[in-house]
């Protein structure tokens, strides 16, 4: 199953991005590109809901409809 969490991210004065969420609490996830944070922030939220899961404290997130928005970020 699919869920959705809300990311913040954040670019560094050392070039680097930041992504935290509200949504997901201890996640913190930092990279060389977007992509990058993107995916270890990917990585380390589905990593904190397992353990939560196993502690029996899950975190609920709203299930990905059939159809949502997504914004695109494109670089020219």
Known sequence: ?????????EKL???LYL????DI???VAQGRTIEETLEIAR???KKLLEARQERQTP??????????DYPLIVGI
């Open 19 to 22: 992504a935290t969420s509200d």
């Open 59 to 68: 975190i609920h997130l709203n299930e990905i409809e059939a159809v949502f």
């Open 1 to 9: 199953m699919e869920q959705m969490a809300t990311l913040h991210i």
């Open 13 to 15: 004065s050392e070039g």
């Open 25 to 27: 609490p201890g996640l």
């Open 43 to 45: 990585d380390i939220a």
